[in-house]
T-cell receptor, first 113, second 116 residues
Framework: EAQVTQNPRYLITVTGKKLTVTCSQNMNHEYMSWYRQDPGLGLRQIYYSMNVEVTDKGDVPEGYKVSRKEKRNFPLILESPSPNQTSLYFC????????????FGSGTRLTVV | DQQVKQNSPSLSVQEGRISILNCDYTNSMFDYFLWYKKYPAEGPTFLISISSIKDKNEDGRFTVFLNKSAKHLSLHIVPSQPGDSAVYFCAASPNAGGTSYGKLTFGQGTILTVHP
């Protein structure tokens, strides 16, 4: 089944403790992206990647890091999480050969206390 | 700076009637537009899209209209069904050729409730 898989689904952590949210896709898509969803703000793009080793900032990149060492994986790294990064995070992938935009994962609910 | 705006946080419609969801954008570079639907505890799923070379695209009960001069698009659902109750996001891309180039900007979303 074609899908985007992100883990964990739920995560509670403390301020300053580094964490990584993993994302993997099995569709051989060249594009991958991370979004966060917050009430009243919709989905905001954090980072996106056009292919292996090629990434670019989205609209809200501060406090986040990404890497694209393999085509299928695109982890999101929070080096020093803060409470304002408490949010619902979505990983997504896409290809220039399709016209339906991104295929999204099921989301990761992150709480930073 | 919200480049894609959905000014109605919620919409309530009776089953069988038309639902009209609206979206405005400010960036003239946007040339490909999409609507996504999102249920609770799931990721958004693609619904319908439209390229800037068109002003209308239909897919079953769903029709998207694009007014480039007004920088406005709308999604019509006819007839509305209770299963259509979800959050609807519009999204825009500076993306000639009808494919996603990675930079996809979303609106705030509109919660649609269809009452039986």
């Amino acid at each position: 089944e074609a899908q985007v898989t992100q883990n964990p689904r739920y995560l509670i952590t403390v301020t300053g403790k580094k964490l990584t949210v993993t994302c993997s896709q099995n569709m051989n898509h060249e594009y991958m992206s991370w979004y966060r969803q917050d009430p009243g703000l919709g989905l905001r793009q954090i980072y996106y990647s056009m292919n292996v080793e090629v990434t670019d900032k989205g609209d809200v990149p501060e406090g986040y890091k990404v890497s694209r060492k393999e085509k299928r994986n695109f982890p999101l790294i929070l080096e020093s999480p803060s409470p304002n990064q408490t949010s619902l995070y979505f990983c997504a992938s896409s290809s220039r050969t399709v016209n339906y935009g991104y295929t999204f994962g099921s989301g990761t609910r992150l709480t930073v206390v | 700076d919200q480049q894609v705006k959905q000014n109605s946080p919620s919409l309530s419609v009776q089953e069988g009637r038309i639902s009209i969801l609206n979206c405005d954008y400010t960036n003239s570079m946007f040339d490909y537009f999409l609507w996504y639907k999102k249920y609770p505890a799931e990721g958004p799923t693609f619904l319908i899209s439209i390229s800037s070379i068109k002003d209308k695209n239909e897919d079953g009960r769903f029709t998207v209209f694009l007014n480039k001069s007004a920088k406005h698009l709308s999604l019509h659902i006819v007839p509305s069904q209770p299963g259509d109750s979800a959050v609807y996001f519009c999204a825009a891309s500076p993306n000639a050729g009808g494919t996603s180039y990675g930079k996809l900007t979303f609106g705030q979303g509109t919660i649609l409730t269809v009452h039986p």
